[in-house]
C-alpha cells in the first residue's frame, strides 16, 4: 500500500538514451569522487592498506555501490511529481529516516571540510604552495559557484566526473604495467610497515569492513543528490537504474585499478597526503601537472553540491534568496575554518564514523526494494 502512495504507476515504454544515461552516471561519479577518492587517500585507506584482501573488497564495494545508486536513482524518477516522498522515511522508517534526514546535511559539512583540506594537501603536496592559500581560493570559488545553483552545474559536474576517472586509471594502469613496485610481494610488505592508516579495525582481518564502509560513506553523502537526480534528469524509471548502475561501475573500476597500482608502492605512498600524485610524478611531470589540475576540477565538482546540501537543509522553499546566499557563505568560512585540519587525519576519522551509518542504511535500502519487487511481482 505504501508504495502505491508514494510512487507513480509507470506504464509507458521505457525510454533509454544511451548518453543520458552517460551523462548522469558521470554526474554521480564526479559527485562522489572528490578529494579523498581521486587522491587516493579513501582508496589506500579502505583497500591497499589490506593487502590482496582488499582486492576483493573493491569487488564487494562494486556491487553494493551500484546497487544503491540504482535504488535511489529509480526512488527520484518515480516520486518526482511527489515532492514530499522521502527516502529517509520511506526505506529507514520514522526514527532512523528523521535521524539522516538531519544527519547527511551534517555529514555533507564535514565533506566540504574534506574537500577545502584536500585542496590545500594539493598544492602543497605538489607545489609546495602554503595549505591556507589552497584552502581560500577553493573556498572562494566554490562559494561563488553555489550561488548559482545545482541546476546551474550539473551539466558542467557531469563532464569533469569521467575525466578524472580516466585520468586516474590511465595512471593506475600505467603503474601497473611499467613499475608494479612489489606487488608480487604486497602483503610482506605491508607487514613490515607501521602505523598504517586501517579504514577499520587495526589489522588486515576486517577487510571486508573496510569495503563496505568505503561505500556506505560515499552513499550518505549521496543520498539527496542522486535522488534529485533521478527526479530531474532521466526520462525513465530504467534509464535511472542504469545511470546509477553505470556511475557504481565506473567509480568503483576506478578504485579497483588505482587501489592494484598502490598495492606495490605502499611504502612510499603511506607517507603522501596526495598519493596519486606520487604515482603521476613517476611518469612524467606533465602529466603529475595535468593531474593535478583535472584532481582539483573533482574537488570542486564534489564541494559545490556539498555546499548547496548543508544550505538547502537550513532552508525552506520560501526562503528569500539574499538569506539563502547569506549562509552559503557562512556555511563556506566555517568550512573553510574546518579546512585547515591535515587531509589524511580528517579522512581517516570523518569517513569511519559515518561509515556504520551507512551500512544500517544500504542494509534497510537493499531490504525493502526486494521487498517492494516481490510485491509487485505478486501482483502481476
Excluded at 500500500?1 to 543520458?20: C, G, I, L, P, Y
Excluded at 537543509?313 to 528569500?320: G, S
Aim: charged share 15%.
Amino acid at each position: 500500500m505504501e508504495s502505491n502512495k508514494v510512487f507513480e504507476t509507470v506504464r509507458e515504454k521505457e525510454k533509454v538514451s544511451f548518453r543520458n544515461v552517460m551523462r548522469v552516471a558521470g554526474a554521480v561519479i564526479a559527485f562522489l569522487i572528490g578529494s579523498g577518492f581521486a587522491s587516493g587517500q579513501e582508496v589506500f585507506q579502505f583497500l591497499t592498506v589490506y593487502g590482496y584482501r582488499g582486492i576483493f573488497g573493491s569487488l564487494v564495494a562494486m556491487f553494493l555501490c551500484c546497487c544503491v545508486s540504482g535504488i535511489l536513482m529509480s526512488f527520484g524518477y518515480r516520486t518526482r511529481n511527489n515532492p514530499k516522498a522521502s527516502p529517509y522515511f520511506h526505506y529507514l522508517g520514522k526514527f532512523f529516516g528523521q535521524f539522516m534526514t538531519y544527519y547527511t546535511p551534517f555529514f555533507a559539512f564535514l565533506i566540504t571540510i574534506v574537500m577545502i583540506s584536500g585542496t590545500g594537501a594539493t598544492l602543497n603536496q605538489y607545489f609546495g604552495l602554503d595549505p591556507r592559500i589552497g584552502t581560500v581560493v577553493m573556498t572562494i570559488i566554490i562559494t561563488l559557484v553555489a550561488l548559482l545553483g545545482l541546476t546551474k552545474v550539473v551539466d558542467v559536474i557531469s563532464l569533469i566526473g569521467p575525466g578524472l576517472i580516466i585520468f586516474t586509471l590511465s595512471i593506475a594502469l600505467y603503474t601497473l604495467f611499467t613499475n608494479p613496485g612489489n606487488f608480487a610481494s604486497a602483503d610482506q610488505l605491508l607487514n613490515n610497515l607501521n602505523d598504517l592508516p586501517y579504514g577499520a579495525g587495526n589489522s588486515r582481518s576486517y577487510w571486508l569492513l573496510a569495503a563496505v564502509l568505503f561505500v556506505a560513506y560515499n552513499i550518505v553523502a549521496g543520498v539527496p543528490f542522486m535522488v534529485e537526480l533521478g527526479s530531474k534528469e532521466v526520462a525513465s524509471n530504467k534509464e535511472a537504474w542504469l545511470g546509477g548502475i553505470a556511475g557504481g561501475v565506473g567509480l568503483i573500476s576506478a578504485a579497483f585499478a588505482l587501489n592494484l597500482a598502490m598495492l606495490g608502492h605502499a611504502d612510499v605512498l603511506v607517507k603522501a597526503e596526495v598519493p596519486v600524485i606520487t604515482l603521476a610524478q613517476k611518469m612524467s611531470p606533465v602529466v603529475s601537472f595535468l593531474f593535478v589540475i583535472i584532481l582539483l576540477a573533482g574537488i570542486f565538482s564534489t564541494s559545490v553540491p556539498m555546499l548547496l546540501t548543508v544550505t538547502n537543509a537550513l532552508t525552506k522553499e520560501n526562503t528569500k534568496k539574499s538569506t539563502r546566499n547569506i549562509l552559503i557563505v557562512v556555511v563556506a568560512i566555517l568550512a573553510l575554518i574546518g579546512g585547515q585540519l591535515p587531509f589524511g587525519k580528517l579522512v581517516g576519522l570523518v569517513y569511519p564514523f559515518t561509515g556504520y551509518f551507512g551500512i544500517a542504511m544500504i542494509l534497510l535500502f537493499i531490504k525493502k526494494e526486494v521487498k517492494e519487487r516481490k510485491a509487485r511481482e505478486a501482483r502481476r
